[in-house]
Protein backbone atom coordinates (compact mmCIF):
# COMPACT_ATOMS: atom_id res chain seq x y z
CA UNK A 1 0.00 0.00 0.00
CA UNK A 2 1.35 3.19 -1.10
CA UNK A 3 2.08 5.82 1.72
CA UNK A 4 3.01 9.60 1.19
CA UNK A 5 3.57 11.16 4.59
CA UNK A 6 4.77 15.04 3.60
CA UNK A 7 6.12 17.78 6.50
CA UNK A 8 7.55 20.41 7.02
CA UNK A 9 4.99 23.04 6.23
CA UNK A 10 4.22 26.01 8.73
CA UNK A 11 4.43 29.87 8.99
CA UNK A 12 6.66 31.89 7.42
CA UNK A 13 7.32 35.45 6.91
CA UNK A 14 7.71 36.74 3.30
CA UNK A 15 10.77 36.44 1.57
CA UNK A 16 11.90 33.42 4.11
CA UNK A 17 12.41 29.86 3.44
CA UNK A 18 10.70 26.62 3.97
CA UNK A 19 11.78 22.92 3.02
CA UNK A 20 9.19 20.67 2.39
CA UNK A 21 9.92 16.71 2.62
CA UNK A 22 7.63 13.66 1.19
CA UNK A 23 8.75 10.40 2.87
CA UNK A 24 7.29 7.63 0.56
CA UNK A 25 6.58 3.86 1.49
CA UNK A 26 5.09 0.82 -0.49
CA UNK A 27 6.33 1.73 -3.66
CA UNK A 28 9.85 1.17 -5.56
CA UNK A 29 10.84 4.60 -5.04
CA UNK A 30 13.34 5.38 -7.92
CA UNK A 31 10.82 4.48 -10.74
CA UNK A 32 8.30 6.90 -10.11
CA UNK A 33 7.86 10.51 -11.45
CA UNK A 34 7.25 12.62 -7.89
CA UNK A 35 5.17 16.17 -7.71
CA UNK A 36 4.37 18.83 -5.95
CA UNK A 37 1.03 20.26 -5.90
CA UNK A 38 -1.15 23.02 -4.01
CA UNK A 39 -4.51 23.73 -2.94
CA UNK A 40 -5.11 27.75 -2.27
CA UNK A 41 -8.67 28.17 -0.56
CA UNK A 42 -10.89 28.47 -2.88
CA UNK A 43 -8.99 27.74 -5.89
CA UNK A 44 -8.17 24.45 -8.15
CA UNK A 45 -5.12 22.27 -7.08
CA UNK A 46 -2.24 23.17 -8.83
CA UNK A 47 1.18 21.23 -10.34
CA UNK A 48 3.86 23.40 -8.82
CA UNK A 49 7.22 21.05 -9.35
CA UNK A 50 7.87 17.51 -10.96
CA UNK A 51 10.81 15.46 -10.68
CA UNK A 52 10.92 12.38 -13.31
CA UNK A 53 12.93 9.21 -12.29
CA UNK A 54 15.83 10.01 -14.55
CA UNK A 55 15.97 13.12 -12.50
CA UNK A 56 14.49 15.77 -14.80
CA UNK A 57 12.89 18.72 -13.39
CA UNK A 58 9.85 20.92 -14.10
CA UNK A 59 8.70 24.21 -12.63
CA UNK A 60 4.98 26.18 -12.99
CA UNK A 61 6.08 29.55 -13.99
CA UNK A 62 5.30 31.15 -10.49
CA UNK A 63 7.54 29.22 -8.70
CA UNK A 64 10.65 29.15 -11.08
CA UNK A 65 14.15 30.15 -9.75
CA UNK A 66 12.85 30.47 -6.30
CA UNK A 67 11.45 26.62 -5.64
CA UNK A 68 13.87 23.57 -5.95
CA UNK A 69 12.74 20.39 -6.17
CA UNK A 70 14.50 17.21 -5.42
CA UNK A 71 14.67 13.62 -4.39
CA UNK A 72 16.83 10.96 -2.80
CA UNK A 73 16.38 7.55 -3.86
CA UNK A 74 17.89 6.30 -1.16
CA UNK A 75 16.14 7.40 1.69
CA UNK A 76 12.49 7.49 -0.50
CA UNK A 77 12.33 10.79 0.42
CA UNK A 78 11.17 13.38 -2.18
CA UNK A 79 12.21 17.48 -1.21
CA UNK A 80 10.85 20.86 -2.47
CA UNK A 81 13.15 24.02 -1.02
CA UNK A 82 10.99 27.18 -1.20
CA UNK A 83 12.76 30.65 -0.94
CA UNK A 84 11.78 33.86 -1.28
CA UNK A 85 8.43 33.10 -0.53
CA UNK A 86 5.27 35.12 -1.23
CA UNK A 87 1.91 35.61 0.48
CA UNK A 88 0.22 34.35 -2.94
CA UNK A 89 2.13 30.63 -2.44
CA UNK A 90 0.42 30.50 0.91
CA UNK A 91 -1.60 26.68 0.60
CA UNK A 92 -2.14 22.98 1.34
CA UNK A 93 1.05 21.25 -0.64
CA UNK A 94 0.63 18.00 -1.58
CA UNK A 95 3.00 14.87 -2.37
CA UNK A 96 2.18 12.74 -5.51
CA UNK A 97 3.13 9.88 -7.03
CA UNK A 98 2.81 8.45 -10.29
CA UNK A 99 3.53 5.56 -12.17
CA UNK A 100 1.02 3.66 -13.74
CA UNK A 101 -1.48 5.08 -10.99
CA UNK A 102 -1.78 8.15 -9.00
CA UNK A 103 -1.45 8.63 -5.19
CA UNK A 104 -1.43 11.60 -3.05
CA UNK A 105 -0.57 12.40 0.53
CA UNK A 106 -2.48 14.45 3.24
CA UNK A 107 -1.14 17.46 2.78
CA UNK A 108 0.74 19.86 4.79
CA UNK A 109 0.15 23.59 5.31
CA UNK A 110 2.48 26.30 4.12
CA UNK A 111 1.23 29.97 5.31
CA UNK A 112 3.41 33.30 3.97
CA UNK A 113 2.30 36.01 6.18
CA UNK A 114 3.77 38.81 8.30
Known amino acids: QVQLVESGGGLVQPGGSLRLSCAAS????????MNWYRQAPGKQRELVAGISSGGTTNYADSVKGRFTISRDNAKNTLYLQMNSLKPEDTAVYYC????????WGQGTQVTVSS
Open 26 to 33: GIIFSIYT
Open 96 to 103: NARYRSSS
